[in-house]
Structure formats: C-alpha cells, structure tokens
C-alpha cells in the first residue's frame, strides 16, 4: 500500500473514531492515528518517528514510548534481556510504516510521559506491535500510563 493511500485510510478511520481494538472492545478513550515512517529503535519500548500530519506536514524525530509495556534496559542487570527486546523491535518495525494511535489530550503533558516522549500503540499491518512484545517475552504489561 503506497504512502498516500494509507494517510487517506488513517484519515478516514480517524474521522470516524475507528481502531482495531474499538470494533471488538467497544467504545474506548478518545485517540488520534498517524501514519509514521519508524526512523529509529532506541530501545524495546521507544522508538523515534517520522509522522504524517496530513496536508504534506511532517513532524520528524519524534520520540514515542510504546504505552502499557515495560521492555527491559539495555543497561545493568537487564542488558541481555534489553538488549534482545531492542533487536527484536527493531526487527519488527525499523525503516517501515506504521500507524500510530496516541491518546488525545488538550496539549502534549497529557498525551506524554515525563521525559516529553509521546504515549502510543504501534500498529504494522494490523498488528499491535505492543502487544506483540509482551506475548514474545520481550516485555511486561505496564498499567503506569
């Protein structure tokens, strides 16, 4: 699917509150969806992106942290684990195009986390890549956000 058609799709399944969860969860917490080009794995739960804002409008090197999963560090006792999640993630997404559902808030501490990175669920092909991480072991369900 080229680029163009999958903002058009992101725009229309955005306009009308769609997500992959909402058809078979019911009604969820309001949300945005961006298309977003994966430019960095920096670790097995943050990734840097490049987001379509729609009417050409790039926001690039944005950081997000994948909202409710705790990878492992890649430093101390857990590097090997870190380590692992950080390849594993980058093999999953790194260089591709993703769809990016962030929670909306009236301004960015409310769709953030305390080191400024954006909250969010990635999606590749439908998948929910977050979720893929926990049922591979390369991460812990997180209720902190």
Do not use: C
């Not at 980058?90 to 769709?111: E, H």
């Not at 990635?122 to 956000?145: F, K, P, S, T």
């Amino acid at each position: 699917m080229n680029k163009r058609l999958l903002g058009v799709s992101s725009a229309v399944l955005l306009a009308f509150g769609y997500t992959s969860s909402s058809a078979q969860e019911g009604p969820t917490e309001p949300a945005y969806l961006y298309t977003a080009e994966v430019t960095n794995v920096v670790d097995g739960d943050t990734i840097d992106v490049d987001i379509d804002l729609g009417f050409y409008i790039m926001l690039k090197n944005q950081r997000i942290r994948l909202v409710g999963i705790d990878a492992p560090e890649k430093r101390g006792e857990s590097r090997v684990a870190g380590k692992a999640a950080t390849v594993f993630l980058r093999d999953l997404i790194d260089g591709k195009s993703i769809i990016l559902k962030t929670k909306k808030g009236r301004d960015d501490a409310d769709r953030s986390d305390s080191f400024g990175r954006w909250l969010g669920v990635v999606y590749l092909d439908g998948i929910d890549i977050n979720q893929a991480l926990i049922d591979a072991g390369h991460a812990a369900e997180d209720i902190r956000d």
